[in-house]
DNA sequence: CGGCTAGAAAGCGCCCAGTG
DNA sequence: CACTGGGCGCTTTCTAGCCG
């Protein structure tokens, strides 16, 4: 077998080990069993299917995808969601499309047909644009089910603005590479999708994930400028009490803006290079500090990079408002006209 | 080549509100 | 109250690039 560097090693018989997988030959090192007092991955239940999915698509769904885009998730996750509930901007999304908000049964989010995931993206600092592994659904779904038709919409990790979605079918190599996984050693292999369970023993709750890299080569960042840099030092100073911080708009050139929620002065910490460099940069507040803005971290972002919003859907000052969370919250599903021959998913002759 | 280091990628623990 | 969805974010490991 091979890792995902190209290093051959033995797959019987070898000692397993944690983390690594080049064994420590030349130091005489014994790596001990492997210990997972936490997380743990599991053989998968549900075997692949022979067949690729036959292909979905919905217009319609397609349509309000498109009015997403430079809309960010902020504010409708404020409206629909707890500040820290993990799941919120999978929830705005939804209820963006017009979906109800909580929907975690079995069938496929859109008429049963097509499930809608959202994706989190962000850019290293070399200018990559990376992703995190993607829970898929609970160890008790199919998983192979629930990939076969995906809206993929993708927002980046600080704004939290879309931008950009794309449509997913378990078909060709991504079919091929998750039917694999099936057959893959769940650790040693590396496999894209696997089993993982969760946290205490006798609470776990195993469920499906595909890895960071099985999105990225199978189904495909986006790499658009309103993605931006996410690190150690940003995150540091934005995001303090593990909240989302504040944002406001600002040219890369200003040092400071106008607080689009209290009419204040918000003005951007460390140079402009960085705000160019990274997208987004931390700010502070200037006195007086009252109301929503005394009880958040403050943030700059790049108002250049942001994308057009869609003509006919949104308007820049509706843009800046669902990124600062000011004025009313719009839902796409309000601004998208749904056709009388609304195209409800249909299966295409593949 | 070997040592060192920064940055990228993956591992892994657990979060937190909604739901039944 | 147990379980769950959809992740977050800190830590660990790997790798490419630099220097001698």
């Avoid at 650790?187 to 894209?192: E, G, V």
Wanted: with cysteine; proline share 10%.
């Amino acid at each position: 077998m091979r890792t995902r560097h190209g290093a051959t090693i033995p797959r019987i018989g070898a000692p397993p080990q944690v983390g690594s997988p080049v064994l420590p030959v030349a130091t005489g090192h014994v790596p001990a069993l492997p210990c997972y007092n936490g997380s743990v991955r599991l053989p998968m239940r549900h075997p692949p299917p022979a067949e690729a999915a036959a292909p979905a698509f919905c217009a319609y769904l397609d349509a309000l995808a498109e009015g997403l885009r430079g809309l960010s998730l902020h504010a409708a996750a404020r409206h629909t969601a707890p500040r820290r509930s993990r799941g919120r901007f999978g929830t705005a999304v939804q209820w963006h499309l017009g979906l109800d908000a909580h929907d975690s049964g079995p069938a496929a989010d859109w008429e049963g047909t097509i499930e809608i995931k959202l994706v989190t993206v962000h850019r290293t600092a070399r200018g990559h644009v990376r992703c995190d592994k993607l829970k898929v659904c609970d160890a008790h779904l199919d998983p192979y089910a629930r990939l076969s038709n995906v809206l993929f919409v993708f927002a980046d990790r600080w704004t939290r603005v879309v931008v950009g979605h794309t449509w997913f079918r378990r078909a060709g190599a991504g079919h091929a590479v998750l039917a694999a996984a099936y057959d893959a050693d769940p650790h040693f292999d590396r496999p894209d999708l696997f089993v993982e369970a969760r946290g205490r023993p006798g609470r776990s709750a195993p469920a499906y994930y595909v890895s960071a890299r099985f999105v990225a080569e199978h189904v495909g960042l986006p790499d658009v400028p309103a993605i931006t840099v996410d690190d150690a030092e940003l995150r540091a100073h934005l995001r303090t009490g593990r909240v989302d911080p504040l944002w406001t708009p600002i040219a890369p050139d200003e040092d400071e803006a106008v607080c689009p929620r209290c009419g204040g002065g918000v003005r951007r910490l460390g140079p402009a290079e960085a705000l160019r460099a990274k997208g987004v940069a931390p700010a502070v507040h200037r006195m007086p500090l009252e109301g929503v803005c005394a009880r958040y971290p403050h943030g700059v972002c790049d108002r250049s990079r942001l994308p057009e919003p869609v003509p006919g859907v949104f308007g820049v000052r509706e843009q800046i408002e669902s990124l600062s969370c000011t004025g009313p919250v719009l839902r796409v599903a309000d601004r998208v006209v749904e056709p009388d021959d609304h195209e409800h998913p249909v299966f295409l002759s593949a």
